[in-house]
């Protein structure tokens, strides 16, 4: 097992999985508050066919990209992890602004399901919240195991990885919905928001990469620098760390110019928009016409 995959499945599976867990939590509590604990099953039935459409989506596609002739797998490849890195990127800056209202809107969506009499509408909801965060999870999972595959690390170890943050996820939810307050989530986003922005760099960094070896990029191909022999990116020995780097970053010892140009282009611009101050979204919630029971 490759560590360094590893840790970049857990760290994506643990922060998505807390992102979901979240929405779910939300939503059964305040069903909970309002005596309508009955209504939980079309939660449970909309969460379960969401995240079943996620994993089947990462499965076809994973599929998908290995069945292909080059050099059309190359490009699959590279297109899959610029879809990825940009979507966890769109979703990074879409949970940062409106982390602060996106409690009140579900709860008044709740409300609108309840008051309509549409009973399936709630199921409606919970699938479309979890299948956000679930597409986003297999792609983003997905351009992680096919860098770490081309680099002979191990698709395996991001998938153990972010099987376990799911599972961790999945117990903070269950915390969440008890009452119980076992991490700051404003800092958990925070710095696992960071710690992605760095991965979906890597993810860029391989992308151009693929596209270099097939012709498509033509400037900007030398090696920018060989650091082969200090800290090779394979191999035994310092090369442990190298593939560690690899994994989490991107990191490679012999890079052209062009990945790495992009690479700190990329992390100077996104990690700079992402910790400037910002205003929170304006909440999307309505009063409702009509009281829900309560207990």
Not at 45 to 54: D, H, M, P
Not at 128 to 143: D, P
Request: aromatic share 10%.
């Amino acid at each position: 097992m490759d560590f360094g995959s590893f840790s970049t499945g857990l760290l994506t599976g643990l922060r998505e999985g807390v992102e979901a867990a979240l929405i779910v939590t939300i939503i059964l509590a305040y069903l909970g508050r309002t005596g309508n604990r009955r209504h939980f099953g079309p939660i449970w039935l909309g969460t379960g066919i969401a995240v079943l459409l996620s994993v089947a989506v990462g499965a076809l596609l994973w599929i998908t990209i290995h069945e292909l002739p080059a050099p059309a797998e190359q490009i699959f490849e590279g297109t899959t992890l610029l879809v990825a890195a940009g979507v966890v990127t769109w979703m990074l800056f879409w949970m940062r602004r409106t982390a602060a209202t996106v409690g009140q809107d579900l709860r008044a969506a709740v409300d609108r399901s309840l008051s309509s009499g549409s009973i399936w509408g709630l199921a409606v909801l919970a699938f479309a919240a979890v299948i956000r965060e679930g597409i986003e999870t297999s792609l983003f999972l997905l351009g992680q195991a096919t860098a770490a595959s081309k680099a002979d690390l191990g698709a395996s170890s991001v998938l153990l990885g972010a099987l376990i943050g799911l599972a961790v996820a999945v117990a903070l939810g269950f915390g969440f919905y008890r009452g119980a307050r076992v991490l700051n989530l404003r800092t958990f986003f925070g710095w696992t928001g960071l710690a992605l922005i760095f991965v979906a760099a890597g993810l860029v960094a391989s992308a151009l990469h693929e596209f270099v070896e097939i012709g498509w990029i033509r400037i900007g191909t030398a090696t920018a620098f060989d650091i082969s022999a200090i800290v090779p990116h394979e191999g035994g020995g310092m090369g442990v760390i190298g593939q560690f780097l690899h994994a989490l970053f991107g990191y490679t010892s012999q890079p052209e110019w062009i990945t790495l140009l992009i690479w700190l282009a990329y992390l100077t611009v996104v990690i700079g928009l992402y910790t400037r101050p910002t205003r929170p979204a304006k909440s999307a919630a309505r009063p409702t016409e009509q009281k829900v029971a309560s207990t």
